[in-house]
C-alpha cells in the first residue's frame, strides 16, 4: 500500500469522528487534503458542518468541494480540528509546518475543543527533531533573528543549520506574509523548553513545536491502524 493510501485510511477513520452541526477545522498538507475531500462527499450527501481552514489552499479546496467555510473571527470556538503532522512523538507533541501553514494550523489548533492529527505511521519517532522545526518570523531583521534563535535553540541543546525556506529562486512566503526558518537540529531533547525559548525571541511569530494540542492521533501503517489519545 502506497504511503497516500494509508493517509487516506487514516482521514477516513477521522471522518468517522464527525457530527452532525459540529464546528470543525480543517488542516493543511497532503493527508488533510485527503480529509477535505472525504467530508466534501460527506456534505453533499447531506452532513451539515461548518468549518474553517488553516490556510488558502485549504480554504480554496473545501469551497470548492461545496464544505460551508466561515472564519475563527465568526466562530471562534470549534469541536474538533483535523490535521496532519510532520513528525510525532509518544506523548502527541509535533512538528507541524513542513507545508508552511503552522501560524493558522496554531491558532485554529488552539481554538478546538479537540485536535485529531491523521498521517502514516512513518511519521512516529521517539524523539522530535528528525524533520526541520519550521519557525516562521518576520522578514525585517532576519538575520538578527536567526542568530538570536541559534543562541536561545544551543543553550536548549539544540543545534544546527536555519535554512531560509525557497520557493524556487525566492524566499517562502506564508499566508501571512512571513518567512520560515528550517531548523535541522537532529534531536529536541527538551520540546517544551526550546518551545518557550523560541516564543521569547522578537521576530519570531510562531514555531512548529505543537505541545499540548494534539489530543488523539491515527496513524495508518502496512500492520492496521494505530490510534493514540483519547
Ligand atoms: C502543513 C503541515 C502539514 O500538516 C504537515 O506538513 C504534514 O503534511 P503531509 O500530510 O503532506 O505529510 O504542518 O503546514
Known amino acids: 500500500m502506497s504511503a497516500d493510501d494509508l493517509k487516506r485510511q487514516a482521514a477516513a477513520r477521522a471522518l468517522e ?3 452532525p452541526r459540529m464546528r470543525l477545522g480543517l488542516g493543511t498538507g497532503s493527508t488533510a487534503k485527503h480529509f477535505v475531500e472525504l467530508l466534501g462527499e460527506r456534505v453533499r450527501a447531506g452532513l451539515e458542518v461548518t468549518c474553517v481552514a488553516t490556510s488558502e489552499a485549504t480554504q ?3 469551497l470548492a468541494a461545496g464544505i460551508a467555510m466561515t472564519t475563527l473571527d465568526a466562530m471562534p470556538e470549534l ?26 494550523e496554531k491558532i485554529v489548533a488552539a481554538a478546538s475543543g479537540r485536535m485529531v492529527v491523521i498521517a502514516d505511521d512513518s511519521k512516529r519517532v521517539a524523539t522530535l527533531g528528525r524533520f526541520p522545526l519550521p519557525i516562521e518570523v518576520v522578514p525585517f531583521g532576519l538575520g538578527a533573528t536567526r542568530l538570536a534563535i541559534a543562541r536561545v535553540a544551543a543553550a536548549a541543546g539544540c ?27 537532529g534531536r529536541i531533547p527538551d520540546p517544551p523548553a526550546l518551545a518557550s525559548t523560541l516564543a521569547g525571541v522578537p521576530g519570531v511569530v510562531e514555531h512548529g513545536l505543537f505541545i499540548g494540542l494534539a489530543t488523539a492521533a491515527v496513524l495508518a501503517g502496512a500492520s492496521g491502524l494505530i490510534e493514540m489519545g483519547k
Open 159 to 185: 543545534h544546527g543549520p536555519l535554512d531560509l525556506r525557497r520557493s524556487g529562486d525566492t524566499p517562502f512566503v506564508t499566508d501571512g506574509g512571513h518567512v520560515i526558518l528550517d531548523a535541522s537540529f
Open 79 to 104: 469541536d474538533l480540528t483535523v490535521d496532519g503532522a510532520d513528525e510525532l512523538d509518544g506523548e502527541l507533541r509535533l512538528i507541524k509546518g513542513g507545508g508552511g501553514a503552522l501560524l493558522r
Open 17 to 19: 469522528l464527525v457530527e
Open 60 to 62: 480554496a479546496q473545501a
